[in-house]
């Protein structure tokens, strides 16, 4: 009798437990800064001249693109 008992409260338990905030990733990177990239296969380096697989090449294109608007940033930041 006592098991019957335990289950709707564990039931009740979950239901409330499942319907709390939750935060996906995405928006925890938001709100910490923090750039996510599923790059789907760990890269053999970051070298240019070494790197031959696409998963790298997406890496290294990422990387570049986010090197260039810092700079572009930091370049509009002087002239004002």
């Known amino acids: ?25 995405v928006d925890s ?3 910490n ?3 996510h ?7 053999q380096g970051l070298d240019p001249h070494i790197v031959t697989g696409v998963p790298e ?3 290294l294109i990422g ?5 260039y608007m810092h700079f572009k940033l930091f370049l509009i930041e002087l002239r004002l």
Do not use: Q, R, W
């Open 1 to 25: 009798m006592k098991k019957l008992v335990n289950i709707p409260i564990l039931a009740g338990l979950l239901f409330i437990y499942s319907c709390s905030d939750t935060i996906s990733p």
């Open 29 to 31: 990177g938001l709100e």
């Open 33 to 35: 800064k923090i750039f």
């Open 37 to 43: 990239f599923g790059n789907g296969a760990e890269p």
């Open 57 to 59: 090449h997406h890496l």
């Open 63 to 67: 990387l570049c693109e986010l090197i």
